[in-house]
């Protein structure tokens, strides 16, 4: 049973409007995630990470919010742009060895 | 700077070959990492190495195996390929837990 959820495999925005990434976890052990963006046919770069000691963070036009009584964390980007069209992995780490990902969203911006 | 670099890009293996995916990363990290996507699957741990001279297995070891070969050389084989492991192979390194990973561009393999 995958251990990091994302339950949308897609998602369309139209360009300038917010997009919305969702990301579930079962473990509450889990105390950091990040979210990686993967463009085709390249490796996944790392985009924003969040520890459980905050429940915001945010870089630019991404901001991760995590909700640890829920087991979830979202992804918003505000304004959405045709570049952030991707495939978008949520990650958490694993008791410090290494970092368990989920399933992935695709993320379509329409000009 | 190179960052992570996996070869080969591509690779068309019949089942039961053999074969090694290669991963050097020029950052001096000190850990590696091999992950498989899969559609609807994400990224999973295959085989990861904390350090040099350690290696040890993750999710989804089964039919492969590891080296690491120096600090920065971390490769994958394949000792009979199965069309189970039609795949695109990632590498990564880290060093700086809190930082995430850094990885190569894959390799995607296709085992008929």
């Known amino acids: 049973d995958q251990q990091v959820k994302q339950n949308s495999p897609s998602l369309s925005v139209q360009e300038g409007r917010i997009s919305i990434l969702n990301c579930d976890y079962t473990?509450?052990?889990?105390?950091?995630f990040l979210w990686y963006k993967k463009y085709p046919a390249e490796g996944p770069t790392f985009l924003i990470s969040i520890s459980s000691i905050k429940d915001k963070n945010e870089d630019g036009r991404f901001t991760v919010f995590l909700n640890k009584s829920a087991k979830h964390l979202s992804l918003h980007i505000v304004p959405s742009q045709p570049g952030d069209s991707a495939v978008y992995f949520c990650a958490s780490d694993n008791y410090g060895q290494n970092f368990v990902f989920g399933p992935g969203t695709r993320l379509s911006v329409l000009p | 700077n190179a960052g992570v670099t996996q070869t080969p890009k591509f690779q068309v293996l019949k089942t039961g070959q053999s074969m090694t995916l290669q991963c050097a990363q020029d950052m001096n990290h000190n850990s590696m990492y091999w992950y498989r996507q899969d559609p609807g699957m994400g990224l999973r741990l295959i085989y990861y190495?904390?350090?040099?001279?350690?290696?040890d297995k993750g999710e989804v070891p089964n039919g492969y195996n590891v080296s690491r070969l120096n600090k920065r050389e971390f490769s994958l084989r394949l000792e009979s390929a199965a069309p189970s492991q039609t795949s695109v192979y990632f590498c990564a390194s880290s060093e700086a837990y809190s930082y995430g990973y850094t990885f190569g561009s894959g390799t995607r393999l296709t085992v008929v």
């Open positions: 190495s904390a350090s040099e001279g350690t290696t």
């Open positions: 473990n509450s052990m889990f105390d950091y």
